[in-house]
């Protein structure tokens, strides 16, 4: 089966400029998840969606962060304005469904960087 | 507060030697842990995960409630298992905790 796919891979801007990120979860996979990973960390849930629908999105910097999943299957995650600290891999990741022992399945990630 | 912590970030064995990657968790109940891995130039993916108790490429991961640990294990190193091992948690609101990783680098 096709994997998690998201693009791009790897972007730059300065800061104050927007991105945005795409992501395109396994065919039937209710559940989606937006990870930040800065250097040197591991993965930290941004948002979840199960479906349309925002499941958690308490670690989401709202004033600057924003994500949607409009029809339920693909996503795109925004940034604006980027600043310095917002420099990190972006990781996608899908499920079957909420439940918190279903194997999650990542996408390569975009790797940005805020100068 | 619900957390993972990995001590170590970089472990580097002999081929042939024994392998065990450190993972302590805090949580409050019966937890259920994973163990994810990342090869160079390859996606996160999840390697195994304790309710499973399965064995995953050699490596076994033990659940000591006692000591809050879930440290991964094999007995003979492969080159091949160089790579990036982040221990993780299912916390209480059903989000993946990620502890920062150990990187495993295995000498010839």
């Known amino acids: 089966e096709a994997g998690v796919a998201q693009s791009p891979r790897y972007k730059i801007i300065e800061k104050r400029q927007s991105v945005a990120f795409w992501c395109n979860p396994i065919s039937g996979h209710a559940t989606l998840y937006w990870y930040q990973q800065i250097l040197g960390q591991g993965p930290k849930l941004l948002i979840q969606?199960?479906?349309?629908?925002?499941?958690?999105d308490s670690q989401l910097p709202k004033d600057r962060f924003s994500a949607e999943r409009l029809k339920g299957v693909d996503s795109t995650l925004k940034i604006q304005p980027a600043k310095l600290e917002d420099s990190a891999v972006y990781l996608c990741?899908?499920?079957?469904?909420?439940?918190?022992?279903?194997?999650?399945?990542f996408g390569a990630g975009t790797r940005l960087s805020v100068l | 507060a619900q957390r993972v912590t990995q001590p170590e970030k970089l472990l580097s064995v002999f081929k042939g030697a024994p392998v065990e990657l450190k993972c302590n968790y805090s949580y409050s109940g019966s937890p259920e842990l994973f163990w994810y891995v990342q090869y160079s130039r390859q996606r996160l993916q999840l390697l195994l995960r304790h309710i499973s108790r399965e064995s995953i490429k050699g490596f076994t991961a033990d659940l000591n409630k006692g000591e809050t640990s879930f440290h991964l294990k094999k007995p003979f190193a492969q080159e091949e298992d160089s790579a990036m091992y982040y221990c993780a948690l299912l916390s209480s609101a059903s989000k993946i905790i990620f502890g920062s990783g150990t990187r495993l680098s295995i000498r010839p």
């Open positions: 969606f199960q479906n349309n629908g925002v499941v958690d």
């Open positions: 990741a899908s499920s079957l469904d909420l439940s918190g022992s279903n194997i999650q399945y």
